[in-house]
């Protein structure tokens, strides 16, 4: 399994630089805001499961904005959500709303309607697919709620 | 002048090109082709804007946007739907806006439902319910995979054209 990466500021605190940012939504129109990032991390997609990343943005307006992404290996496109957040607990809500399990396909080129012995084996190599994308992204959302930056940016 | 877009089956989207000049600087500006499904093709002279495609190795199905620019200013939206298994047909739609905010309309209102077979044997009485009920399964399972590329597809192309 990759290591899960950890970016942000470190050190001693400094002015934030703002710039433009905009994050993909699905199915809606970007989040755009001035504002710069806090904290990433994430893991990337293999065979075994999607993979995911989570970044927090200070905005220039005193608020907060999450952009959590899904991505599929060999995709370009993400599913992905961003909002701005007021509060710690807001934040906590957009990272459990976030269910991976809800945004993963079913193979169904191999479909349900072939109930053998290679269907049932590829159903549960999908759930097992589906429950290691869950884990993963659920272990990150606790390293980023653990994260101090993310405690203090949201207090 | 020679088409630039062809219906490719498995061919990843080309790379984004960013909109950038006045499509009057082009000395020579390239004639597309779309097919259109149930529809002659639909041929004009423009540009490619950006495009992006949800296809992947894994899922049966997926979809395909490119957005042309043509010579008179005005916006064509190429949809394409592509399915694997012998009963998802490919479809091809083509849209016109007059601004990057109609776009936006254009793709916030697409229904991928109307690219899902409802194949359901319900007027073959030698057909178990068990297998009708799989039937439904499995078009559901399709529309909610649909619907969630799509939308996917659809934050990918905004966020490209930061429509806002």
């Known amino acids: ?155 | 002048m020679s088409p630039v877009t062809l219906f490719s089956r498995d061919a990843p989207a080309t790379d984004y090109v960013e909109p950038t000049a006045p499509i009057s600087v082009f000395a020579s500006v390239p004639e597309v082709r779309l097919h259109r499904t149930g529809q002659r093709p639909y041929v004009f002279e423009g540009v490619e804007v950006c495009s992006a495609t949800t296809h992947s190795p894994g899922p049966s199905l997926w979809y395909e946007v490119n957005l042309y620019r043509k010579q008179s200013g005005s916006l064509v939206i190429d949809v394409r739907f592509f399915g694997k298994p012998d009963d998802m047909k490919d479809r091809c739609r083509t849209f016109f806006a007059e601004s990057l905010d109609e776009v936006a309309h254009v793709l916030e209102s697409y229904d991928p439902a109307m690219d899902i077979d409802a194949d359901v044997p319900v007027n073959d009485n030698s057909v178990p319910v068990s297998m009708i009920a799989l039937h439904a399964a499995v078009i559901r399972m399709r529309l909610d995979e649909a619907r969630r590329q799509f939308a996917d597809l659809t934050g990918e192309i905004l966020h490209q054209l930061d429509v806002h």
């Open chain 1, 1 to 155: 399994m990759a290591e899960r990466e950890n970016k942000g500021c470190s050190g001693p605190a400094s002015p934030p630089v703002w710039t433009a940012i905009s994050l993909r939504r699905s199915g809606q129109r970007p989040l755009r805001f001035e504002g710069a990032l806090a904290i990433a991390a994430g893991l990337p997609a293999t065979d075994e499961r999607l993979g995911h990343t989570i970044r927090l943005f200070e905005t220039s307006t005193g608020q907060m904005a999450v952009a959590i992404e899904l991505w599929t290996q060999g995709c370009d496109v993400p599913t992905a959500d961003a909002r701005m957040i007021g509060t710690a607990e807001e934040l906590v809500q957009a990272c459990e709303s976030f269910d991976p399990r809800e945004k993963m396909s079913l193979d169904f080129g191999r479909s349900l309607l072939g109930a053998s012995q290679g269907g049932i084996a590829t159903k549960v190599a999908i759930e097992s697919h589906i429950d290691a994308t869950e884990a993963d992204y659920r272990a990150t959302v606790l390293a980023i709620l653990r994260d101090p930056r993310a405690k203090s940016a949201a207090a």
